[in-house]
């Protein structure tokens, strides 16, 4: 017999070099690409006399940097805003309202998850464009000369079509969390005399805000690197932080520049990130509390 705690002989330890394939991948795959970029970066050029945050002294001095991170953080906050609202108003709906197609309704709403931007900013040109279906009817039946309707390629109309894009991951959380919400407080609530809105405000938006901030969280990430809808759409004068990345690179041709940008949206993208884990994680600790 082999003594306890001793492997037998003849048998193998695990041998942890299969764990190196999948860690070349990585880094080759994603690691190096992304260092590529950052290193870029850091490039001191000759305008900028040697100093490693040259580049980054003159990118972000730019107004052309500056508004393209203000128009990033006006479309993520006020996309994600709206996104909140949809989310939380569908998801009420559908939790607590009986009506037949409920369900059908919600899996519908959850496949725009599977369908790229691009095909929803190219459904709302042909709803809401200059000549699309909404401006047709309207200048036939008033007899206008020009389409009433010019939203769709501004500001608004990125905002609009994120929000229709994105809500879906706001009403998921949300109506996992409804689903396991007692109906028993509604009830001896609503018995007590509280009206609709004080039993939403009081009872179940409380129970509900870990998963509006892992939904609203998410959405911020989505929404800052969003890229299709803003191309698409061309809205004039509005150009987010992605968008001046390709203009950068693939119109001007000047990588530095793109490089530099892009390392700002990655720190971004990884706060955002980070919010987001964190969130997810207590609200996890909750549910197994919970349990």
């Known amino acids: ?44 050029g000759d305008a900028d006399q040697g100093l490693i945050f040259g580049n980054f002294n003159r990118i972000l001095k730019s107004s052309l ?13 006020a996309s994600s805003l709206g996104c909140l609202l949809l989310g939380t108003l569908l998801a009420l709906c559908i939790s ?30 042909f709803i809401y464009g200059s000549a699309g279906i909404l401006n047709g009817v309207l200048i036939n039946v008033l007899n206008l000369s ?18 229709t894009a994105f809500t879906p991951f706001v009403l998921r959380p949300l109506l996992a969390t409804f689903s396991q919400f007692e109906i028993s407080q509604i009830e001896i609530a609503s018995s007590l005399g509280a009206k609709p809105w004080q039993i939403v405000r009081s009872i179940i938006l409380p129970a509900a805000l870990p998963a509006l901030l ?3 969280s998410l959405c911020l990430l989505l929404t800052v690197n969003e890229f299709g809808i803003v191309l698409f759409i061309g809205a004039k004068g509005v150009i987010t932080l992605p968008l001046l990345v390709y203009g950068k ?43």
């Open 1 to 44: 017999m082999q003594p306890t705690g001793h492997p037998a002989r003849g048998t193998r330890r695990p041998s942890k070099l299969w764990t190196l394939p999948p860690l070349i991948v990585l880094g080759l795959v994603f690691l190096y690409p992304l260092a590529l970029i950052v290193g870029q970066a850091f490039h001191p």
């Open 65 to 77: 940097f500056q508004n393209a991170l203000l128009h990033t953080l006006e479309i993520s906050i």
């Open 96 to 125: 607590f309202v009986p009506f037949r197609g409920s369900i059908l309704l919600a899996r519908l709403i959850d496949t725009y998850i599977a369908l790229p931007t691009f095909l929803l900013t190219l459904a709302f040109t």
């Open 146 to 163: 020009e389409p009433p309707v010019n939203f769709l390629y501004s500001q608004a109309g990125v905002i609009l079509a994120e929000i």
């Open 214 to 216: 892992a939904g609203g």
């Open 249 to 291: 690179a693939i119109q001007e041709g000047d990588y530095v520049a793109a490089c530099t940008i892009a390392t700002v949206n990655i720190l971004i993208s990884l706060a955002l990130y980070s919010l987001y884990n964190s969130v997810v994680g207590r609200l996890g600790n909750e549910h197994v509390d919970m349990v």
